[in-house]
């Protein structure tokens, strides 16, 4: 089992940052794909940013490259989404989710087993 926490949200103005943290704690985060999702209100869960166990892939919905920047750190057993230039539509829960990286796509929902409780973000306009 995989407990995955998230922290750093928060409110931002248009135009701030951001740092979203996810801490794993059980089994440990090597070799398994985490990602970072978001949910609006009314609206699906979508895929923001994924990366591979060891670091050295990531993946953006196209929307966002450039904005956001995923990245971990396996020693510490954590996750990060550093997002900047943020806008109105960026308002979300966020989760951070696990998946093993040998099985399933990094883009899909269904694929992730493990999934953390989600920080709110809020950009004002």
């Known amino acids: 089992q995989v407990q995955l926490v998230e922290s750093g949200g928060g409110l931002v103005q248009t135009g701030g940052s951001l740092r979203l943290s996810c801490a794993a704690s059980g089994r440990t985060l090597s070799s398994k794909t985490l990602g970072w999702f978001r949910q609006a209100p009314e609206k699906e869960r979508e895929f923001v940013a994924a990366?591979?166990?060891?670091?050295?892939?990531?993946y953006y919905t196209d929307s966002l490259k450039g904005r956001f920047t995923i990245s971990r750190d396996n020693a510490k057993n954590t996750v990060y989404l550093q997002m900047n230039s943020l806008k109105p539509e960026d308002t979300a829960v966020y989760y951070c989710?696990?998946?093993?990286?040998?099985?399933?796509?990094?883009?899909?929902?269904?694929?992730?087993?493990?999934w953390g409780q989600g920080t709110q973000v809020t950009v004002s306009s």
């Open positions: 990366i591979s166990w060891s670091g050295r892939s990531t």
């Open positions: 989710a696990a998946k093993p990286s040998y099985s399933g796509t990094y883009y899909r929902r269904i694929d992730y087993r493990y």
